[in-house]
């Protein structure tokens, strides 16, 4: 791969097909994907329904630019907002990926109220682009691009330093995953969410909530923010969104509106194929009831879980799983893959294994890979002590 930019050490494999929570490789060797290929499988690899859809709007449009109608937009923006049972004065604006909705949400926010003053959590993680970059915690890579505003950090679920940081600053926007992802998987509780809805309400203060890895239906609610009954000013989405077809989008409350052309724009963004992904997406998640099953799966699969040996602790809601290990578990996750043909996520913390199946992962896959994990945890425990 000579001409490749390195962005990421690399497993050497190379799938060439996928079918539901399994991917092959050109030899027909099958892995069992709990990954998800970074939290973006939903409906599982080459669902028939997203397959159908983009194959019929191949045939018809693939693009055109957002200069004209596109009522593919107005169905995607009704089904979330129907589906997800968010309020219905919410604008919704579709873009390319993660960061970009996140970019576009810093944006707005400081375009709204005029301050460039942030709030970040502790491990929190937003993209790589370069305000997305400014709000993440712990990059190595940050230059001095990043650091033209202020950004000030709070630990997750640290009510009282996020009631001093609001009382004490004037506030352009908040920004949060209700389940941090790459952080490890903790989840906001209810209380520090609402406090955060309050403060924002109190002093003009916007509250961003990233949606990109936790959304979706993966937390067993159509949004990790709906476990704390509170709306957040603009949400932002992407990953599990198009089930792998490049898509982001951001939902955005009166408050934050842009008020001019030429303030929020994309090229590429709402494409009439990204909408058919995501209309599959939404499809599959209603007719196959995958919210409720994330729910339920992933209530068995923690109970199973936080029985096994050298298993510290077991977080996260729905099929959004961090399980802290007793040792690092960079050496076991390469054994899973290698060995046991499994995919599962690390995470900034290096004892924590991150788990994003497919939301309609079925029975014998779960079993199975219950099983092979307590066999390679006791392998590798065997081998370490
Ligand atoms: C919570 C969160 N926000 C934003 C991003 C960035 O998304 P993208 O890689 O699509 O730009 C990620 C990616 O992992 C993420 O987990």
């Not at 009439?272 to 729910?295: D, F, K, P, T, W």
């Not at 992933?298 to 799983?321: F, P, S, T, Y």
């Not at 007793?326 to 294994?353: D, H, W, Y």
Request: glycine letters at 8%; hydrophobic letters at 40%; charged letters at 20%.
């Amino acid at each position: 791969m000579k001409n490749l930019l390195p962005v990421y050490p690399v497993f050497q494999i190379e799938p060439v097909r996928g079918d539901g929570c399994y991917i092959y490789d050109k030899d027909d060797n099958r892995y069992l994907d709990f990954y998800g290929g970074h939290a973006v499988i939903s409906i599982g690899h080459s669902h028939p329904v997203m397959k159908k859809r983009l194959k019929a709007q191949i045939d018809e449009l693939m693009f055109y630019s957002n200069s004209i109608v596109n009522s593919k937009q107005q169905e995607v923006a009704e089904k979330i907002i129907s589906l997800s049972g968010i309020s219905e004065d919410y604008k919704f604006f579709m873009v390319n990926s993660g960061a970009e909705a996140n970019e576009n949400a810093v944006k707005l926010a400081s375009m709204a109220n005029g301050k460039n003053t942030f709030v970040v959590l502790e491990n929190g993680f937003h993209g790589r682009t370069a305000a997305a970059l400014s709000l993440t915690d712990k990059m190595k890579h940050r230059t001095a691009f990043n650091t033209d505003f202020k950004v000030i950090k709070v630990a997750i679920n640290d009510t009282e330093a996020l009631d001093h940081v609001m009382e004490n600053e004037s506030v352009c926007a908040v920004i949060t995953e209700a389940i941090q992802g790459i952080g490890g998987i903790y989840s906001c509780n209810k209380s520090f969410l609402q406090a955060i809805r309050k403060h924002c309400d109190e002093k003009q203060s916007i509250w961003i909530a990233d949606e990109v890895q936790c959304g979706f239906g993966r937390s067993g609610k159509f949004w990790a923010f709906q476990h704390a009954d509170v709306e957040p000013d603009i949400i932002t989405m992407a990953k599990g969104m198009g089930n792998g077809f490049p898509v982001g989008g951001l939902m955005i409350k009166e408050n934050v509106l842009p008020i001019e052309y030429g303030m929020a724009g994309t090229t590429f963004g709402g494409n009439h194929l990204a909408c058919e992904a995501v209309l599959s997406v939404l499809e599959v998640l209603e007719s196959e009831n995958l919210i409720q099953r994330a729910a339920e799966a992933g209530e068995w699969i923690k109970q199973e879980l936080v029985q096994m040996m050298g298993v510290k602790e077991v977080r996260g809601k729905g099929l959004m799983i961090g399980i802290e290990m007793k040792f690092p578990i960079a050496e076991l996750r390469k054994k899973m893959v290698v060995e046991e043909k499994i995919f599962t996520g690390s995470s900034s913390q290096k004892n924590t294994l991150r788990l994003l199946p497919p939301l309609n992962i079925p029975d014998d896959a779960i079993h199975y890979f219950l099983h092979t994990l307590q066999k390679s945890i006791g392998a590798h425990i065997n081998v370490t002590i």
